[in-house]
Structure formats: C-alpha cells, structure tokens
C-alpha cells in the first residue's frame, strides 16, 4: 500500500448491554428511605451540589405593562410634537438650535429635516425648553456683570492731594474756555466763518518748508515748544534732540538712553532761553520771558524744561543747561513706555506704559501718585484736556478711556475701533477728542453724546499719530505709515491737504501754537518744516 492512498479509520461501535434494573432500583429506593429518615428532602436522585437553586421568578404581567407604558408614552410625545407651532424661517430655527445646545446644521440637511429635529427636541425638552435658556443666559450674563463691576481701593494720600489740586487747577480754566466760547458766539456768523475759511485755506497751501536729517537712525517722535521757537525729536539711536524753528538748528542734543527712544516732549512753559538765542545770534526781545515761573534766566533754564522715555522702561527729565537727565522716574521696567505727556500745569507728567497701565507722575514731589490700570493690553498713547481735569489713553487692546483726574472715574469708553488705538489728542473746545489707530482710520468723539460722531477713513495704512490745530481747532493732522500726512477740515473733514514728501512710513507730527508751521517725522531719518505758500 504506498503513501499516497487515504487510510480509511473505522469508528468501533460502542456496545450497549441491557440487564434487569431491579438491583438499581433497590438501591435507589433504600437511599430514599435513608433520607427520609434523615429529614431531607427528595432530590430526584440527584446531588444536591451540582443544582442551582433560585427562588427569583419573572412577572410577565410587570414587564408587558412597563412596554405598553413606554409605548403609550412615545405615542403621546408623537402626538404632542405634531402639535408643537415651529416657525418655517430658517434663521430662526438654527437660532433656537443653538440656544438650546444644539449642532446648527448635520451633514446632508436641509432646511425640513432640521425644523422637524427641532420640533423632537422641545418634544423631549418642553415646549418651553428655548425661554427657560435664554433666562438662564440672562441670569449669567447679570452675576458676571456683578463680579466685573467697577471696584476702588482706598489710595494714598499724595493722591488725594494731587486729585484736590487738579480740581482747584482745572476749574477756573474750565470756566474761562466757557467764557471765552461764549465771547466767540456774541462774534457774528460771518466772522466766526471767514476765521475758520482763513485758516482752513492756509492749511490747504501748505507746503514744503526744511528737510533736514535728524538722526542715524529712524526718528520716532517730535513735538513744538510752547513758544513754537524750538521742535524736540527723539530717535531710534537713543538721542534726543533740540532744534530751533525755522532754521532747523541744532541746539541740543541729549545723551541718557541706552536704547530706542519712543517719545519726547517740551514742559507747557519751555521757552527758548537766552544762551539758545546767543547761539543763533538772535536779539533777546527784553518784554518776553522764557519760562511762566518767576526767577532769573539761568534759573529758568536749569528747571525741568522737557522728558522722555524709551523702550527699557527708562523716563528722563531734562533742562537747557546740561545734556545729561537732572533726574529719572524710576518704576516702569522692564515695560516699554510708549509715551510722556505733561499735565497742562506742568506739575504733573503722565506716562504710558506696556504693563496695560498708565502712571501720573508729581514732579514737584518725585513720586508717582496714580498707577491706572484698565486697558486689557498695553496703553500706547496718552493726552490731557486743555483744563487739566480729564486724560485719555488708548491701548493696543483697540480701545480708548477717558479718565476724570479729579475722582479716578472712567467717564468714557471709545469703542469702536478694529486695531490698536497709536494716537489720542484733544480738541480746544475741551469736549471733543480725536483718536488714531491701526484699522487706518480716525474717529471723533463728543464727551457731550459720549459717543462718536465722525469717521475719517484717513490713509491707506496705519495711522501712527493725530494732532489739532492748537488755536482753534479748525483742521485735523492725521500721519501715516503710508509715507504721507494729511490736513482734514473740522467739522466738515473734507481732505485740505496731503504732505506727501517722507521716502518712508511717517511716525508722527505736530502744529506749532502760532499756527505757521507743520513738522513731520519719518522713518526715514529725517523730519520736515511745512508753512503756508500764499505766494
């Protein structure tokens, strides 16, 4: 037989051999017998431990009435949910879906099977399932407005000082700007008219005056004295510098910074002194004084004249007679602080810094006596009111505050803006405020509505700085990224004139007091003179 062949395996049949059962069944009978004597029970001859016993038993009349009564319950909740009134507009159904929780939209549906979803959902829900959401929204929405209330802290005493101070200060300049507003309107329309045409058309023939190059590297700020003899610029290079107006001279420069500075400005009372004069070999006019305060020219020239601040955090004061900071307004870094501003008084400076807060500062006393916070990101921009009582300051968060000095309240809150709000100034009547931002555009604002009442779509870039005619008010000056600077008409805001001249992206700018001149700084080291051509 090979290998090859399948092995056919027979299966032996088991034999079954039958017998008489008496013999079992005698033993079977005999162990029954011994455990009924016993006292146990009959197991069918079978082993006790190897049953499994259990007294449990299932109620089929239960568990049928517990189906008819989910099926009774689902019939109804049908018969409810073809009753329920679902509106056909389907805007208002996504709206219900989501205050209820729900997905808006499910792949592959449309408008009829999402209304019939809804209609099972208050079906489950309750009908009024949607109102009981929106009351609870409410109820939120009203225990969050009660932890984000305004809160105060009982602050120091220098503050409440310098709080009284500002009062007594403010209020007999607020009530000359009203009596000199009022005086203005005895004027008859047609002069009040031909003041602001006149001034309106030698901002429109403005052109440009001096270029000189100011720096080494990029110049980020620059303003006017009060006497509109001297402009300040501040640069990337860590100098600051002062320049005589119109010769565009240097005078001073100086040295205390150690990296970019972001800003510059002249004390309300700087004036050129004599020694600056000397130098430009200018016949001192003997009835002018060069400060406010009392005392004599060298005097005047050593008090703080001017401040600045940079990137570390650092704020310097300065005077005329040295080039080094006579003092340093310590507390700000490592935070950049964007912007100075004096306090129209001059007694007070304001800071802004990138720690979301801004500082007052009291220079007669060195001490800081307001830190306020309230922007969400860091406060760029900063500027005061004509009267002294209110500031405001914008913040990269796109939001503006106005602040009352006098109590510490947010009076107003400039919303509205799509970017970083990079410059805030006032107007002279006091109650209107113009603020610049990233979104390329100015709005302006009325204390009076607290709302906003204008928007100027000013550039085609980010606005880097917004300054009013100082007098008046009569035009805007708007500076740009987009290498330009714009004049624009008050209340109208009809482009007057565009200063396009910078080969760079313009960082900022400002009107003189007397209304003659226009300066603009570039990134492009360089700042521009601009006067009327009447020629």
Not at 164 to 184: D, M, Q, V
Not at 267 to 289: C, G, N, R, T, V
Not at 392 to 417: I, K, P, S, Y
Request: hydrophobic letters at 35%; a negative charge; charged letters at 30%.
């Amino acid at each position: 037989m090979s290998d090859d062949e399948d092995v056919i395996l027979v299966k032996r049949t088991k034999q079954v051999h039958y017998g008489s059962l008496e013999e079992q069944e005698k033993a079977r009978l005999a162990a029954l017998a011994a455990a009924a004597k016993e006292g146990v029970e009959d197991t069918g001859g079978k082993d006790l431990g190897d049953i499994q016993v259990s007294n449990e038993y299932m109620d089929l009349e239960d568990e049928i009435s517990k189906d008819k009564k989910a099926l009774l319950e689902e019939f109804e909740r049908r018969r409810k949910a073809r009753q329920l009134n679902v509106s056909t507009d389907d805007d208002e159904v996504r709206r219900s879906l989501r205050q209820l929780g729900e997905p808006v939209c499910l792949f592959g549906e449309g408008p009829a099977e999402r209304r019939v979803r809804l209609r099972d959902l208050l079906s489950y829900l309750g009908e009024d399932a949607i109102h009981k959401k929106l009351e609870e929204e409410e109820a939120r929405i009203e225990r969050d407005r009660g932890r984000e209330g305004t809160w105060y802290h009982e602050g120091p005493k220098e503050l409440r000082e310098a709080r009284l101070w500002i009062a007594k200060y403010s209020l007999p300049r607020a009530k000359a700007r009203l009596n000199k507003a009022r005086a203005e309107l005895q004027l008859a329309g047609s002069v009040r008219a031909a003041s602001k045409q006149d001034a309106q058309r030698r901002a429109a023939a403005v052109a440009i005056y001096c270029s000189q190059v100011g720096d080494t590297r990029p110049i980020s700020f620059c303003r006017f004295s009060s006497d509109s003899q001297m402009l300040i610029t501040s640069s990337w290079s860590g100098l600051v510098k002062v320049w005589s107006v119109p010769e565009c001279q240097e005078l001073q420069v100086l040295k205390g910074h150690t990296c970019n500075v972001s800003g510059a400005t002249f004390h309300p009372a700087a004036a050129m002194p004599q020694h600056f004069k000397d130098k430009l070999k200018i016949k001192s006019d003997p009835e002018s004084e060069p400060m406010e305060t009392g005392g004599s020219s060298e005097e005047k020239s050593e008090v703080c004249t001017m401040a600045s601040c940079a990137y570390d955090g650092t704020v310097h004061l300065w005077n005329f007679k040295s080039d080094s900071p006579m003092a340093s307004l310590p507390g700000h870094s490592p935070h950049r602080v964007s912007r100075v501003e004096f306090h129209p008084s001059g007694r007070m400076l304001a800071a802004a810094v990138f720690d979301s807060s801004w500082r007052l500062w009291d220079l007669e006393t060195a001490t800081e006596v307001l830190h306020q916070e309230g922007h969400a990101k860091e406060v760029y921009s900063v500027a005061f009111q004509c009267d002294g009582s209110l500031a405001v300051t914008g913040g990269m968060d796109a939001f503006g505050r106005v602040w009352d000095l006098r109590t510490g309240r947010c009076v107003m809150f400039l919303e509205g803006h799509l970017g970083p709000v990079l410059g805030v100034d006032w107007s002279p009547c006091g109650y209107t405020l113009a603020t610049a931002a990233q979104d390329h555009q100015t709005k302006i604002w009325d204390l009076r509505k607290r709302s906003c009442v204008y928007t100027v779509a000013a550039h085609t870039h980010l606005l880097s700085d917004v300054r009013y005619q100082k007098s008046h008010g009569h035009f805007l000056m708007t500076t740009s990224y987009d290498k330009s600077a714009k004049l624009w008409s008050n209340p109208a805001w009809h482009p007057l004139r565009t200063l396009a001249g910078h080969d760079n992206k313009v960082m900022s700018g400002d009107i003189s007091y007397d209304n003659k001149y226009i300066a603009t700084c570039s990134y492009d080291r360089t700042f521009k003179l601009w006067a009327p051509d009447l020629a």
